[in-house]
């Protein structure tokens, strides 16, 4: 049975950081893509930051770039999201998936696999 489990979200202040884990069972992460996504009450879900875990490529949305980082840790099975200077507007659910497609990207349709997700809040 394939598992995402997501863990590290919480409560901060505007410019406050927190990292998000990715933690998956069931299937090796290594050689597919993995991303975050989010989704804010009453807005639809938005891709945040993709890896691909073969070639360490990464790929953010814009409103990301410069203050999320991605990254893999392979012999834990496990991706991370590193947020700094955290906005208001980053309040969401956050959720991890994991897509066996080749150019998944930030392609929401192309994620095969999903978490349930991590609130993170942030507070002006």
């Known amino acids: 049975q394939v598992q995402l489990v997501e863990s590290g979200g919480g409560s901060v202040q505007a410019g406050g950081s927190l990292r998000l884990s990715c933690a998956a069972s069931g299937i090796t992460i290594s050689d597919k893509f993995v991303a975050w996504f989010r989704q804010a009450p009453g807005k639809e879900r938005e891709g945040v930051a993709v890896?691909?875990?073969?070639?360490?490529?990464?790929a953010y949305a814009d409103s990301a770039e410069g203050r999320f980082t991605i990254s893999e840790d392979n012999a834990k099975n496990t991706v991370y999201l590193q947020m700094s200077s955290l906005k208001p507007e980053d309040t969401a659910m956050y959720c991890c998936?994991?897509?066996?497609?080749?150019?998944?990207?930030?392609?929401?349709?192309?994620?095969?696999?999903w978490g349930q997700g991590t609130q993170v809040t942030v507070s002006s």
């Open positions: 890896i691909h875990t073969g070639t360490s490529s990464t």
């Open positions: 998936a994991a897509s066996f497609h080749a150019r998944a990207w930030l392609k929401e349709s192309a994620y095969n696999y």
